[in-house]
């Protein structure tokens, strides 16, 4: 009998897990997904807004783990034999879970058709995005899901 509450809370974990979203795409996908940034945006408290008392967490704290999270994106593209051809322009929005777990990047290149990425750099972001935020987890949690964005620029 205790074996079998074991193997069922083990399903349910291994199932839990599998069902939680962790998705990044580009703004188009999510458009051609239905994802609905509106949605999102009632259901994810901005990390740091003005006036203060309506923030998450206070800037300086933020900041220090976002600069964190952008380093080892940075370094996870490089581990990964990722190289930017030239100087690309991108604007990201992530929507985190309360616990630090991403539960959804959306991102867009910014510029003119050739300042952006290859359809085949944009291809291999993408899935480099996906396997990085699965175990990826924020250095801050919080009582709410929260969202923060940037511009970033990613250099060869």
Known sequence: MKINLFLQIILFLICSKSFSQHIGMSIQDAEKKQIKIEQLEQNYKSAVATPPTESVFKPEELQEAYIKLLNDW????????????KKTKCFQRIYFNNDGTIDYFIFNFLGKPEDKPSEEKQTEFNRLLNAFIQDYKFALTAKVKFAQCSPTTYTP
């Open 74 to 85: 940075g370094k996870f593209l490089s581990k990964n034999n990722f190289k930017w051809e």
